[in-house]
Structure formats: structure tokens, C-alpha cells
């Protein structure tokens, strides 16, 4: 695994616009992408780590976390993250598997999917495989 930024680690974001604080509704690791579960009146939403080509994103998680812990997630900011798969810089991001992103393969999808899929950009270019490397995250 290669990291294409070495100066921060994985879920260190070097810059928040906009984080929020989420409950975990399962067990969370700092850097991945979470998304929504439920939300219970009067509680905060709850979130999960990010499958493959999820539509309810929610961010990305900045602290790792148990299930029923409040955690920070940045929406808005960025983030360094991992990567699956070759991603180059400017591509638009959408989720892998575990609450990794890939690059979107923009021809497969209807233009819903183009909207609710996209979480942001990638900010370099990562190698082929699983890296790590900086995102501007837009959710």
C-alpha cells in the first residue's frame, strides 16, 4: 500500500468545513466513508461504514468509534482516505467496499446516480491497489 501524503494519517483532515457529530449504529474506523442508518426523534442519525456504490452517505468518520458512540464526521472538508483501485486526481469519488472510494465510472450511471453517488474529488493520484491519499468531500 502506497501513502500519497504521508503528513497526516488516514481520517486527518487538513481541512473542516463541516463536520457534524453521528451516532455509530455498528463499529466505525476513523477514515472511513459512513453512511446513514436510522434516526430515533430526540437522538442523533446513526451511521455505518459505506459499502460499494452507496446513495446515503453521510461522510467521512474522523475518530473510530463502537456501536452507540458519538463520533465527529466530516461532510464537508478534506480528508485523507484509502483508496481501492487506480484514482486520479479530479476524478469524482464514489464509495468501495469496507468505506473505501474508487473512482466513479461515469458512463455506467443514470444521472440520479451521477448526483447521489458522487462524494467529492480526489485531491492526487493513487496508485493501483489500496492507497491512501487526500479528497475533497462534498456531502
Given at each position: 500500500?502506497?501513502?500519497?501524503?504521508?503528513?497526516v494519517a488516514?481520517?486527518?483532515?487538513?481541512?473542516?468545513?463541516?463536520?457534524?457529530?453521528m451516532?455509530?449504529?455498528?463499529?466505525?474506523?476513523k477514515?472511513?466513508?459512513?453512511?446513514?442508518?436510522t434516526h430515533?426523534?430526540?437522538e442523533?442519525?446513526?451511521v455505518?461504514?459505506?459499502?460499494?456504490?452507496?446513495e446515503?452517505?453521510?461522510?467521512?468518520?474522523?475518530?473510530?468509534?463502537?456501536?452507540?458512540?458519538?463520533?465527529?464526521?466530516?461532510?464537508?472538508?478534506?480528508?485523507k482516505?484509502?483508496?481501492?483501485?487506480?484514482?486520479?486526481?479530479?476524478?469524482?469519488?464514489?464509495?468501495?467496499?469496507?468505506?473505501?472510494?474508487k473512482?466513479?465510472?461515469?458512463?455506467?450511471?443514470?444521472?440520479?446516480q451521477?448526483?447521489?453517488?458522487?462524494?467529492?474529488?480526489?485531491?492526487?493520484?493513487?496508485?493501483?491497489?489500496?492507497?491512501?491519499?487526500?479528497i475533497?468531500?462534498d456531502?
Amino acid at each position: 500500500m502506497a501513502d500519497y501524503y504521508p503528513a497526516v494519517a488516514v481520517g486527518d483532515a487538513i481541512y473542516e468545513i463541516l463536520k457534524v457529530p453521528m451516532k455509530c449504529e455498528s463499529a466505525v474506523t476513523k477514515g472511513q466513508v459512513v453512511v446513514f442508518n436510522t434516526h430515533t426523534d430526540g437522538e442523533l442519525p446513526s451511521v455505518s461504514p459505506a459499502g460499494a456504490d452507496a446513495e446515503n452517505v453521510a461522510g467521512v468518520a474522523l475518530k473510530s468509534g463502537s456501536a452507540g458512540e458519538v463520533i465527529p464526521v466530516l461532510k464537508k472538508g478534506i480528508v485523507k482516505v484509502t483508496g481501492s483501485g487506480a484514482i486520479t486526481m479530479g476524478n469524482r469519488l464514489v464509495t468501495a467496499a469496507n468505506g473505501q472510494v474508487k473512482a466513479m465510472a461515469a458512463d455506467t450511471l443514470t444521472a440520479l446516480q451521477l448526483i447521489s453517488r458522487n462524494i467529492g474529488h480526489a485531491m492526487q493520484t493513487f496508485g493501483a491497489g489500496t492507497n491512501t491519499g487526500l479528497i475533497f468531500i462534498d456531502r
